[in-house]
C-alpha cells in the first residue's frame, strides 16, 4: 500500500453559523479515482475547495504528500500558512471548474500557456508544444487561436481541463463540471475525463451528479450528507448495495 | 464698442485668446495624469484588509467628492499657505494640478475599482487554482479584463474635466478663459472673446466625445469575434 497523497483529518468548515463540513476524515491515494456524492448543500464542493486553497478549513488538517497544507512551523509552533508556503504545495493539485472560468482575453492555446511559462518558468517552446498535445487530447487541436467567447460550453470545459493538465498535477479536483452543461454537451466532457482516468497516474477527486459515470470511472465513493462523510467504499458497494436509507432516497431520485 | 457683434473684435481677439490653449490643454493633461496616478493610489488604499483604514479612507474620498472644486482650488492657493508646519505657498499652475487632480482622482478611483469588481470571481479562482503569483494574478488576468472596460468611463472623465480646468483662472492660471477675460475688461468687449472660448472648447470636446463613443464600441464587442458558437452555457462566464 503506498502513502496517501491526500489526507483529511478531522476538517470542519463553516461559513458564518452555518456548519457546513462537521468533522470529514479522508485518505486519497497516488492514482485513485473518487467520486463524492450527495445532496447539494451537503459540502461536496467545500472539501475540494479547500483542498485547492480557495477556502480554509475552521479546523482541522489537510495534509498533501508530507506536507500540512494549511499551517506551517515557525519556531517549533504551527502557525496558519503563509502565501508561500500555500504557492509552495499548491502546485501538485489542479482544479477544473463548474463554469470553466478561462481567461477571455486569451485564446485557448494562450489560456494552456500562460500558466506553464509563467508559474512553472518553462520556456515558450516547450509550453507551447505541450499546449497543443493536450488541446489535441481533448479534441481541440484546430482551435488554438479561437477566443473562449467563440466556444460551446462542452468545447470551454474540455479547454479548461488540459490547461489544468499541463500543469501535470498529482491530484486533479473537479467541480461539478458537467453541471452548468446543455445536457448534449455533457457526454463529450466526461468521455475526455475517462481518457484522463485511463492514463493512470494522477488522483482525481470528482464531485458530481453523474452516478453512472461515477460508478464507471471511480475506485471510491464518497456519499456526503449534512457534513459527514455517511458511506463510503467501491462504487458498486456504495451505488449498488449500500442499506444506508438516505443514500438509498438520494439515488432514486437519480434512477428514476 | 458696446452690445453689437462685432467681426473685427472677433478677429483681433482670436489669436489673443488662442495663446491660452497651450495652457488649458496641458492643465487638462496634467490634472488628467494626476488623477489617473492618483485613482490607483485611492483603488489600493481601499483594498486594504483593514476595516477601520476603509471607513477612513472612504470617508475622505467621499469629503472630497462633496466639496466643490472651487472651494478646494481656493483652499489650496489661498489657505495652504496659512497652515502651520506643511503650509507652503504653490504657484498657481501647480495649485490647480493639485485641487482639481486630487478632486478628480477620486471619480477615477471609483472607475478603477468598479473595473476590477466587474472581473468575475470565477478569475481569481482559475488563477489561483494555476498556482500564480498574487502579482502575476493581477498583471496577466486581473487587470488586463478590468482595465479596457474603464477606458470608455476614463475617456468621459478626461472632457469632464476638460471643462472645468476654466476654474483655474480664478487664482490666476491663464488658459483661454483668462485671456478672453483680459481681454474683455481692456477693450470692453466681452461678447466676442467669451464666444471664442466657447467655440474652442466646442472644438475640442465635441470631436473627443464622438471618439470615446467609438472607443465603447469597440470594448463591448472586443471578445465576440464573428459569430459565438452555442455560447449557452446558462449564465457562465468564461
Known sequence: MSEPIVKFQDVHKSFG???????????????????????????????????????????????????????????????EANDKHLRE?????????????????????????????????????????????????????????????????????????????????????FDEVTSALDPELVGEVLEVIRDIAKDG???????????????????????????????????????????????????????? | MNGNWSWDTFSEAFPIV???????????????????????????????????????????????????PLVQLFFIFYAWPMVPVVGMALDPFTSAVLGLGIHFSTYIGEVYRSGIDGVDKGQWEASTALNFSTRQKWMKIILPQAIPPTIPMLGNYLIIMFKEVPLASTIGVVGILHMAN??????WAYLEPLTIVAILFLILSYPSAILIKKLEIKMNTRFDKKAVLNGSSKGAVS
Open chain 1, 17 to 79: 453559523d452555518v456548519k457546513v463540513l462537521k468533522g470529514i476524515d479522508l485518505e486519497i491515494k497516488p492514482a485513485e479515482k473518487v467520486a463524492v456524492i450527495g445532496p447539494s448543500g451537503s459540502g461536496k464542493t467545500t472539501i475540494i475547495r479547500m483542498l485547492m486553497t480557495l477556502e480554509e478549513p475552521t479546523a482541522g488538517d489537510i495534509i498533501v504528500g508530507d506536507q500540512n497544507l494549511w499551517k506551517m512551523e515557525k519556531n517549533g509552533n504551527m502557525i
Open chain 1, 89 to 173: 504545495i499548491r502546485g501538485d493539485i489542479g482544479m477544473v471548474f463548474q463554469h470553466f472560468n478561462l481567461f477571455p482575453h486569451m485564446t485557448i492555446l494562450e489560456n494552456c500557456m500562460t500558466a506553464p511559462i509563467h508559474v512553472k518558468k518553462e520556456s515558450k517552446e516547450s509550453a507551447r508544444k505541450h499546449s497543443i498535445e493536450m488541446l489535441e487530447k481533448v479534441g481541440l487541436g484546430d482551435k488554438l487561436d479561437n477566443y473562449p467567447s467563440q466556444l460551446s460550453g462542452g468545447q470551454k470545459q474540455r479547454v479548461a481541463m488540459a490547461r489544468a493538465l499541463v500543469m501535470r498535477p498529482k491530484v486533479m479536483l
Open chain 1, 201 to 256: 497516474e494522477m488522483a482525481m477527486i470528482l464531485v458530481t451528479h453523474e452516478m453512472d459515470f461515477a460508478l464507471d470511472v471511480a475506485d471510491k465513493v464518497l456519499f456526503l450528507d449534512e457534513g459527514v462523510i455517511a458511506e463510503q467504499g467501491t462504487a458498486s458497494d456504495v451505488i449498488e448495495h449500500s442499506k444506508n436509507e438516505r443514500l438509498q432516497s438520494f439515488l432514486k431520485r437519480f434512477r428514476s
Open chain 2, 18 to 68: 488662442l495663446e491660452g490653449i497651450w495652457i488649458t490643454i496641458g492643465l487638462t493633461i496634467a490634472c488628467y495624469l494626476f488623477a489617473l496616478i492618483f485613482g490607483f493610489v485611492w483603488t489600493f488604499l481601499r483594498r486594504v484588509p483593514f476595516k477601520p483604514f476603509n471607513w477612513v479612507v472612504t470617508w475622505v474620498m467621499e469629503f472630497i467628492r462633496s466639496t466643490p
Open chain 2, 182 to 187: 483680459s481681454y474683455g475688461a481692456q477693450h
